[in-house]
């Protein structure tokens, strides 16, 4: 299964392409960052993120989209983003039947670190150590992406299935 996960945003938006299946180990692709100036009028970065976001969709054609669910911030303006790049990125997975789920942070954090409160330097090295990598994709959110691909195959029906299967034998 190839998942891309996608953390949004307007100033920063984290991709992470990654394949696999649960109890097997993870195959990086690819990671990065989708930036627009915030000095840019709001169209013209939704313009940019859309059109980059296919480009990555259309480049890895993944299996599965997994997206950070926007949650509630203090700074409503940067929510406000934050749900409008969300949204870019739930289209584009309907527009292309590719199934796409949305996962908490908490959520992502306790499935990479085992605990749903772990910072960004946990959740980073967490990735870097279940990805076999030399260093931690930065800025965090090409980390927080990684880790949003890698709680969705973790979490996948097919995870379930294992631990399932798992469970019967003993």
């Not at 880790?147 to 299967?165: F, G, M, T, W």
């Amino acid at each position: 299964m190839k998942v891309l996960g996608i953390d949004p945003g307007l100033t920063r938006c984290g991709v992470g392409v990654l394949s696999g299946l649960p109890g097997k180990p993870l195959s990086f692709i690819e990671v990065g960052v989708i930036r627009t100036p915030a000095t840019t009028p709001l169209a013209e970065r939704l313009h940019q993120v859309n059109i980059e976001l296919t480009e990555w969709i259309d480049r890895h054609a993944p299996d599965e989209i997994s997206v950070e669910r926007v949650f509630a911030q203090a700074n409503r303006r940067s929510a406000m983003e934050t749900a409008q790049a969300a949204g870019l990125a739930l289209t584009l997975a309907a527009s292309r039947n590719i199934p796409v789920t949305l996962h908490t942070p908490s959520e992502v954090k306790a499935a990479v670190t085992g605990s749903g409160r772990a910072d960004k330097a946990q959740v980073g090295e967490m990735v870097r150590r279940l990805l076999g990598l030399q260093a931690i994709p930065e800025p965090a959110d090409a980390a927080d992406a990684l880790a949003l691909a890698i709680c969705h195959i973790y979490q996948s029906p097919i995870a379930s299935r294992v631990k399932l299967e798992k469970l019967a034998k003993k």
